[in-house]
Structure formats: C-alpha cells, structure tokens
C-alpha cells in the first residue's frame, strides 16, 4: 500500500516536474536560437521606424536585419513587409510593428490623465481593449502604452500622458490599460501588446522640462517611482521601455541597477525591453558614453533587449561580441525575451493581418465608450447656486471659448492616427442634442487658446449679453502638452484670462469648462465663474460628453487625479508630502504682513507667503451635483500584525436630489515611523452609484503589506506603531481612526 502511494507521488512529481519545464514556448525558442548566426540575432535586436517598401527596408529585412518596424501604418504595405521577412529572410521570423497608440488609434478617449480622473479602472480597460481592436486591424501588434511615470509638474508637458501623481491610483489605471490592450490572450489577433513606459522615474525630470536630468533617491525611487511598474510586471505587461531620462547620473538605457537588478532579478521578468526612440544612442549626449560602440556596448550591459532607432545595435554588436566585450550569452538573452514576444503574439502561426474591407473604426460601442469617459473623467470644481445643471428655466446659451469648437485640440496630445474630422465638439454637440431646447448663440472670442487679440472679447461679450447663460469653453491647444512640450508657465494661454474677466462683468452666470493638458493655474478664473468643470481633453467624444452633463442628462463623478497648484511656484506640489518638522501655522499672506514686521514673527512655519500651503484644488477632489455623506469610519479591529487584514468600512448616503457616483477613498498614515511618513497615501478607492437618498455601505481590506514602505535599510518593512486610516471624498477631507500595528 505504501510503495503503491510512493510510486503515485513520484509520478506525480514527475509529471509536475515535467510540465514546469516544458513550456512550449521557451522549447521553440531555444530550436529557433540554435538556428541563428550572431547576425541575425542582432537583427532581431533592431527597430526601425517605417520607410514604406523602400529598397532599403525590403533588402534589410531579406537579410534578417530587422526585428521590429514602429509607425507603418498602410496594412497593404506591413502585409507585404511581413511576407519578405517570413518567404524571404532565411529563418521566416516574422517582423512586430508598433505604433504609439496611447489614448485611441481612430476613436480618441480622454487623454490618459482624464481617464485617470474617472476613477473607473473597467472604464479605461475597456477605452484600451477599443483602441486594441482598432489598432489592429491595421496591423499593428504592440503599443508603447501605458505611460505610468508618477508625474508630480504639470509644467512637464506628458503630465497629459500620465495617470497623475499617485502610485497607487497610477498602478491601477496601468493594469487597467494593460488589460485592456492585452485582452484575455495575446495570441488574440485583436490583441495589442502593451508596454510599460517609461522606465523609470522619467515624471521626475527637473523643472519639468522634458528629457531633463533627475535626482531619485533609490528610497524614493521604489516608495513612489516603481510600484506602478511592478503592479504592470503582475499584470503581465508584455514589454517595458526605457526612459530618456539618467537618474542620478545613469541615462536609463544604460542603467544596470535599473534594468537588470530590479526588473529582471527582483522583479522577474520575462518581457520584451525595448530603448526610446535613440535614446542608446543619446548616452554619448548624455556625456556617459564616447561614442556608438561604447553606447551599445552599455545599454547591452544594462539588458537593453532591443534598439528603437539608435542603429547602435545593428552596426555594434557584432563587433561587441567578437572581441569579447559582451558574451553572446548575453544577445542570446535579449534575443530570447524578443522572440517570446513574437511567439506569444501568434505571429508565427498568423503573420499576416486580414484586410477588411471596412475598418472596425468609430463603432457605435467605441463613441459610447469613449462619451462615458468623457462624462466620467470631467471633475466639477465649482457649482455656485446650483447653477449646474441647466435648468429648463434656461432659454438661451452663449457658447464661447477657443475650446468651444476646436476638434483637433479636444483631441489631445499624441493621437497621431487621429481625425478630427470625427470629432464632436461641445458646441456641435449642444446645439444637435439640446439646440431644439435652447437657443445657441455663439462666438469663439479667441480663435485659438494662445490668441492674445482684443478684437474677438468685445464681440463674445455681445453674444454673452443676449443669452441667459455663458458656456465659455477654455484651455490648450493640443500641441501645449505632451512630449517636448512643456511650459514654465502653467496659466491659462493668451488672452483667456481676459476673456473669463470680460464675460464675468457681463453679470450672466459664467460656466467655465476647462480643456487641456495638464493642471493649470486657474484660481483667479475658478474665482470669477459660476461653475468650472474641469475636462482635459476628452478626445473624439469630448462634446456629446460634456453637453449631457452641462445640461443634467449625466451627473459628474470625476475626481482629481493630480493636485492643482494655486501658483507655479508651489510646484511640486502633491498631497502625499511629508509633514515638515514647521507644518504651516497661521498662515499669513504678503499682503497682510504688517510693514516693518520682524524676522520671526510671522511664527517660522512651512508656507508660501504669496501661495500659502494649500492648493486650489486637492489631489481626490471633486464635486457632484448630489451631495454624499460619510459616516464615521469603522474598523474591524485596533489592532493588527503581520500578514493580518484591517476592514475598513463606512456607510455613505446619497443626501442629494441626483442619482450620482462617488469614488470613496482609502487613506492612510504611518504616525510615527524610522523615516518621515506622507502625511496620507492612497491605499484603495470605489465607485460606487448611489440613487438619490440611498446609503450603501463600502468596505475596504487593508493589508499588513500595505502599510509598509522602504526604510533606510532598502528593506520594504511594515513597522510597528500607530497607523490612521481614512475613507474619504479626497484627499484632504475626513476624520481618521486609528489602529495599532504590533
Ligand atoms: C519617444 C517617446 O518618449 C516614447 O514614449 C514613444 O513611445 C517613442 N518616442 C516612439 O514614438
């Protein structure tokens, strides 16, 4: 009976053993390795932006000198590239081409940092599983998206790109976006692989320049810089790519610490790394590298799977390994993570893309999809008297605002495939949906968000004055954000400010929509407005989107997901700082500081005399037209330890008269720790709908691993002591409870 048992486990064993080993995948790998000369791994290392079927490119992919093409977007032609890799080059391995699609290929979403306004995670899984299918069926098979750098500036111009400054709300939004972009298997011809960009600490860039240098702590470095790239690892990202960025000195694409240590050691992934576009190549820039040789050289140290237009790779490596300065042991490495991309893409089994007839572009689905990310992602800051929504008191509208009737602007930064011709802009949309209801005048005032001329102010105040409402329409072009677009100044552009001042005198209530690209410094206009709804730019569907919540048909439930500052200068400015050893006191404004004061009488405390400490708007913020209260939170216990769960719970009722969706959050603080805590971090949110009056309870699963952080030790340790624990409407907002951990 025993032997019979033994014999039972051993086989067990085996089988286990064997199907650990034998992963299909990895067996084709190592059969198609064996086949390779040095040249043609290389080959699979290069990526080349499209060049159509020029001799160049066709010659070059004949003799297995390309592994990837990015920005080919003419499916007859990618067809026709692919057919020369897989009939022509001698081993068939067939080409990857990639393209940017960040938020929408045809139907444009919200840019990322709205999306990360809803709040909604299903939301902006869905809005990446439509530019999957769209994206697709053109051919491409791999998007440089999620951007999940924690970007704390908004005069840095991808502030647009990103998620905003949160780890957390950051990692859930990338997962999201992966998932979406992946869908449920990458062999899925719909299925776009995704990338996790851009690694690391790229939002860190000083001053918010773009490809500036920056200083990262490696404390800080993993508390709030990497969690969103591990949670994209978790998710099983397909592929991570470098930043431009060096972190304390060391450009990413060379960064062994970075790429080797933490993503393949600790991390233990098994992906794709593929550089930005030449940024191996930007080392010799950078002053780390002499010339080519020794930038390919140190990128294939530091894992650099793949080369994105430095041809470092192509023309170096060979020579690399023949003298000895990199092991072929370490291009067969990079080889191997490129082919498994390919192989789990299905793209030896279906190279090819179907030509459709019709494209699955701008579906009825996809515009409904993308509308509800409108509704959701736009954030009411202000709504005085009530005045949103209109009522049906309203009889006229003055639709205003360089932002008013602007389709390619509303589309954001980094849409290259976009068309605006698509678009719906919020005054197409106000006078199709709601123009049978109400009268629309209109006149833009400014033609365009920079426009400084005076002409056009006197004729919006005209309009303004023969309606009962101003529906102004404000923001930045497109062009304002995004890559290599930042600004020093985060105002509102030209004469926009002018404009908000002008109409305001009118004395017609004033219902300010914002439009951009990051968080502007707006609290004289916030100020001057009746209502401000701040929207970023919502893509194809930003005008349908913004007209139903204008006029009541949807109730806003956006939150902010990056801190609006008072004032450039604040910047930095988020609300997971430290407390100071002078947290702010009595804070006392320039303007009402007696004259002739003495040095320390204003009592030497953390503040901006012109600023103050807070911000115009906290990170979480955002209003409804219901109301919501919290009751007081309840934990399951006041006391936990290791590897223990806290339930946090507390009930919220809908007091006001709109059905309407509140995202509770979930804060908490280390009080006392071996290094100075934030003063909150988010640890968990909900959307929850609630139904005018109705009260439903939320509760969260606080985990021991969840309270901890990196302490000076490069240890991730959970410490003893007191803990608070939040769940709130923001960031700012609530009473705390408080627990122990032992
Ligand atoms: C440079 C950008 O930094 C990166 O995000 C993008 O994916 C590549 N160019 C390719 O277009």
């Known amino acids: 009976m025993f032997q019979k048992k033994l014999f039972f486990i051993m086989l067990t064993a085996v089988f286990l053993g064997c199907t650990q080993t034998k992963d299909p995948v990895e067996g084709k790998i190592d059969e198609l390795l064996s086949k390779m000369t040095l040249q043609e791994k290389i080959g699979q290392m290069n990526q080349l932006t499209g060049t159509g079927l020029s001799n160049d490119m066709v010659s070059q992919i004949k003799s297995g000198k390309v592994g990837s093409i990015l920005n080919e977007l003419d499916l007859k032609t990618t067809n026709e590239l692919q057919r020369l890799a897989v009939k022509e080059s001698r081993l068939g391995i067939p080409i990857i081409f990639a393209r940017d699609v960040i938020h929408g290929f045809k139907t444009i979403f919200p840019i990322p940092l709205g999306q990360a306004a809803t709040w909604n995670p299903q939301l902006v899984e869905s809005g990446a599983r439509v530019a999957a299918k769209e994206a697709t069926a053109t051919g491409i098979r791999w998007t440089f998206a999620p951007m999940i750098d924690i970007a704390r500036d908004p005069r840095w111009g991808r502030i647009a790109e990103s998620c905003g400054e949160d780890p957390y709300l950051t990692s859930q939004m990338g997962a999201a976006m992966i998932r979406g972009f992946q869908g449920k298997n990458l062999s899925d011809p719909t299925s776009l692989a995704a990338c996790a960009k851009h690694f ?42 470098c930043s431009f960025n060096d972190i304390n000195g060391v450009p990413s694409s060379g960064n062994e610490f970075l790429n080797r240590q933490i993503l393949r050691k600790e991390w233990n992934y098994s992906g794709l790394l593929v550089s930005d576009w030449a940024s191996i190549e930007q080392m010799i820039k950078h002053g780390v590298c002499t010339d080519l040789k020794d930038a390919a050289r140190k990128a ?173 329409f404000v923001g930045e072009e497109a062009v304002l954000s995004g890559e290599a677009h930042c600004r020093a100044d985060i105002c509102l552009p030209g004469a926009q400010p002018e404009l908000v ?161 509140e995202v509770a959050q979930l804060y908490i603080r280390d009080v006392v720790g071996s290094l100075a805590r934030p003063v909150r971090e988010l640890k968990g949110f909900q959307k929850i709908n609630l139904k005018a009056g109705e009260t439903k309870t939320v509760r969260f699963t606080l985990t021991s691993d969840q309270l901890a952080f990196w302490n000076a030790d490069m240890v991730k340790r959970t410490e003893p002591g007191e803990f608070q624990v939040w769940i709130s409407t923001d960031s700012q907002s609530g009473k705390p409870v408080t627990f122990n951990y032992i």
């Not at 804070?587 to 204003?602: E, F, H, K, W």
């Open 200 to 241: 690391a600490g790229y939002g860190a860039t000083e001053s918010g320049k773009d490809y500036n240098t920056t200083w990262i702590p490696e404390l800080q470095l993993r508390d709030v810089y990497l969690p969103p790239f591990k949670v994209a690892v978790e998710t099983g990202v397909a592929s991570f790519m």
């Open 300 to 472: 294939l140290k530091a894992g650099v799977d793949m080369d994105m237009m430095s041809y470092a790779y192509i023309n170096q490596a060979e020579g690399l390994v023949k003298s000895g300065a990199i092991s072929e042991k370490q291009i067969d490495d990079a080889v191997r993570n490129i082919l498994r991309l390919k192989f789990r893409l299905g793209l030896f089994d279906h190279p090819y893309i179907k030509e459709q007839a019709k494209m699955p572009f701008y579906t009825e689905d996809a515009l409904r999809k993308a509308k509800q990310a409108v509704i959701e992602s736009a954030i009411l800051l202000k709504n005085e008297k009530d005045i949103l929504p209109l009522t049906d008191a309203i009889k006229s509208v003055a639709v205003i605002g360089p932002l008013s009737d602007a389709p390619a602007d509303q589309l954001g930064t980094w849409c290259f495939d976009a068309e605006p011709s698509h678009s719906v802009t919020p005054l197409a949309a106000i006078k199709n949906s709601y123009g049978a209801k109400v009268k629309v005048i209109t006149e833009k005032g400014l033609t365009y968000s920079r426009d400084r001329s005076p002409q056009g102010i006197a004729k919006a105040v005209n309009a303004a004055k023969k309606a009962d409402v101003i529906l102004l």
């Open 501 to 661: 001042t002008a109409l305001k005198k009118t004395g017609k209530p004033v219902v300010m929509i914002v439009m951009a690209g990051r968080p502007l410094t707006i609290g004289k206009q916030v100020e001057e407005a009746d209502a401000v709804l701040y929207a970023f730019q919502g893509g194809t569907m930003a005008g349908p989107g913004l007209a139903d919540l204008i006029f009541g048909k949807a109730v806003p439930s956006g939150k902010l997901p990056v801190t609006l500052p008072r004032m450039v200068g604040q910047v930095p400015i988020y609300y997971a700082h430290k407390m100071t050893g002078r947290p702010a006191e009595k804070i006392c404004l320039i303007d009402n500081i007696p004259v002739g004061a003495a040095q320390t009488s204003l009592g030497n405390t953390s503040y901006h005399l012109d600023a103050g400490d807070s911000p115009l708007f906290p990170f979480g913020f955002g209003l409804s037209y219901t109301s919501f209260n919290y009751s007081s939170v309840k934990i399951s216990k006041n006391k936990m330890s290791e590897g223990q769960t806290l339930d946090v719970t507390c009930n919220i009722t809908n007091a006001g008269k709109y059905d309407g969706a």
